[in-house]
């Protein structure tokens, strides 16, 4: 990519059905950017998610409320001017509302950047500011970790992360390690739905992982740098629950090309991601 000037050799494409797994009320909703301006794009298909009744099993879920604070740690984000421009990949079982991040505690993340080009971590870091900016959820950087990417993560570690939930993994990986990364595939992200018992769902961990063979170029140029940030940034929107939209206008369109930083309906979308409730029963 050295010496580019134009848009990086890859697109959004398609924004996978959500992978359910056996936790009550645990929803991953993946997308996926190719790395081939040939793929025709695929508009996203989300199920509905799965809410639970009565308590969960203590013996898979942290204490409840741990870093919980009295109120939002941050200011609330305005949504801006204008409507539209954005879509949710989940909503609150039979509403039209997000399911969001509690901004009443910290949005904890963790980057693994054991495969990463020189200078992935800062960049990463930056674009995690600029959502947060974006949405007014904490986000808060707890270090390196050695986790590996996976497509079966579970949403509480204990062991190596402590009994609270698991931090949002930000990994770099490659397509032998991370079978999703596949064929022209260069990142993943979504989040973790749980319900609190009472049909109340909220997101309590995330992931996104990262290409390092296609986008490792793109680290060459400033240009390039630009690019890279604004996939990371696309598919941070994801763990914040955005899904694709149409509008090419926008960071978040399913068929995205050259944009780099955030749209106003990519704003007015975000800014609502980081107006959740306090969830102290999670």
């Given at each position: ?155 509480y570690q204990p062991v190596r992360y402590g009994k609270q939930w698991a931090p949002v993994l930000i990994a770099w ?34 992931t996104v992982t990262l290409d390092t063979p296609a986008l490792a170029a793109g680290f060459d140029t400033p240009t ?59």
């Amino acid at each position: 990519m050295a010496g580019s000037t134009g848009p990086p050799p890859w697109r959004q494409a398609t924004l996978a059905a959500p992978r359910r797994r056996k936790h009550a009320g645990q929803v991953v909703a993946v997308g996926i950017l190719a790395a081939c301006l040939g793929i025709p794009a695929v508009l996203p298909r989300v199920l509905p998610p799965t809410a639970t009744s009565g308590s969960l099993d203590a013996t898979e879920v942290p204490p409840p409320g741990v870093g919980e604070a009295q109120g939002r740690l941050l200011p609330r984000v305005p949504s801006g001017p204008g409507t539209g421009g954005y879509a949710f990949t989940q909503t609150q079982p039979g509403t039209q509302n997000a399911v969001t991040y509690d901004p009443c505690r910290p949005l904890r993340y963790a980057i693994n950047s054991e495969q990463a080009p020189p200078g992935a971590v800062a960049l990463v870091r930056r674009a995690v500011a600029r959502v947060r900016e974006a949405t007014g959820l904490a986000f808060e950087y707890v270090g390196p970790t050695d986790e590996p990417a996976g497509p079966d993560r579970e949403a509480y570690q204990p062991v190596r992360y402590g009994k609270q939930w698991a931090p949002v993994l930000i990994a770099w990986s490659n397509p032998e390690q991370t079978p999703g990364l596949a064929g022209r595939v260069a990142g993943l992200g979504g989040s973790t739905a749980w319900s609190d018992g009472r049909g109340q769902m909220a997101y309590v961990s995330g992931t996104v992982t990262l290409d390092t063979p296609a986008l490792a170029a793109g680290f060459d140029t400033p240009t390039g740098r630009q690019h890279v940030e604004a996939l990371v940034m696309h598919e941070l929107g994801h763990v914040v629950g955005l899904a694709h939209v149409h509008d090419p206008t926008q960071l978040m369109h399913d068929d995205n090309i050259g944009r780099t930083d955030f749209g106003e309906g990519d704003r007015r979308g975000l800014a609502r991601a980081g107006h959740g409730r306090c969830q102290p029963d999670l």
